[in-house]
């Protein structure tokens, strides 16, 4: 059975929403609109913020990595998943195909949680250490920290996808999921998975658990800082430029808590397919909103682009 698996004969198929050809049709409509709109919104985003020179700044520049990671991630997973629905037939994946998608999923999703930590530090410097703001957050330590997110996202994604695909499989399976998840793809495998399972919380930890930690203690201190500024302007401008940015942090790590630090014996993959929609389809949709309604800066720049554009 292991030659199989190293092979490539083995293939997975994914769960269909629904046996109704009629169900799936909606669902892929549905699912197309919120890809095709969260591929707008956060491509808006980052060009927005690269065209007026005004957003040049530390959390700009890490909003607009967050929305092309966001980018990347939709497209990990939306293309496939719309191809899977519309088809009135059985889809099939590969082995390597199913790895290949874990890998960048994986990748992409913890580069994200880090990124959110590091963008909470960022507002921590701005608002509790204004005076010192631009000599801490300098332009080099922005892109290393950016960078940073990516390089941890990339070890602890390789390692976790590598760990894996070393169990045997021992035939054709339907996965639990729309997509190559790590829990439902390790359930299939005919072998002792105690080990995978350990490791995957490990990592949850190190992107989960610990970044919304740091996060939590630097809105501590944000907070602790606000309620010191007497006049109620300065109070709430300085609330509206941390509000969308905890918005999503809620969203992002409360879908993946519910999913990665549960106890694996207690997933379902009911529960499990309607949380990662969620976060696959609806918050990538959510993400430009919340940040271009909820903050004026943004929402002024994107007036401008507008205007300058039917303009010219």
Not at 180 to 185: A, I, K, T
Not at 213 to 231: D, G, P
């Amino acid at each position: 059975m292991e030659s199989a698996n190293q092979t490539g004969i083995i293939h997975f198929h994914f769960r269909p929403f629904s046996k109704l050809p009629e169900v799936q049709m909606l669902i892929f409509v549905a699912f197309l609109i919120m890809y095709l709109v969260s591929i707008s919104g956060n491509v808006s985003v980052s060009l927005i913020i690269w065209i007026n020179h005004s957003l040049h700044t530390p959390m700009y520049f890490f909003l607009a990595n967050l929305a092309v990671l966001e980018i990347c991630y939709s497209s990990t997973i939306a293309p496939l998943t719309l191809a899977s629905v519309l088809s009135t037939e059985r889809d099939f994946i590969s082995l390597p195909g199913c790895g290949t998608q874990m890998f960048f999923f994986t990748f992409l999703g913890s580069a994200d949680c880090i990124l959110l930590a590091v963008m909470a530090y960022d507002r921590f410097v701005a608002i509790c250490h204004p005076l010192r703001y631009t000599l801490m957050m300098s332009w080099r330590l922005c892109v290393q920290l950016a960078l940073g997110s990516l390089v941890l996202g990339f070890i602890l994604a390789m390692q976790l996808t590598v760990l894996i695909f070393q169990l045997p499989f021992c035939s054709s399976k339907e996965i639990s999921l729309f997509y190559c998840d790590v829990l439902p793809v390790m359930r299939l495998a005919c072998a002792d998975t105690w080990v995978h399972e350990a490791t995957l919380f490990v990592i949850s930890i190190i992107v989960l658990t610990i970044p919304f930690l740091l996060i939590t203690l630097s809105y501590v201190f944000i907070v602790a800082t606000i309620l010191k500024i007497r006049s109620a302007e300065g109070r709430h401008k300085a609330f509206s430029t941390c509000s969308s940015h905890l918005t999503v942090v809620l969203l992002q790590y409360g879908c993946g808590g519910l999913i990665y630090l549960c106890p694996s014996s207690s997933y379902s993959p009911e529960r499990g397919q309607v949380v990662s929609v969620v976060y696959t389809f609806i918050t990538p949709v959510l993400n430009p909103l919340i940040y271009s309604m909820r903050n004026r800066e943004l929402k002024d720049a994107l007036k401008r682009t507008m205007i300058r554009f039917l303009l010219s």
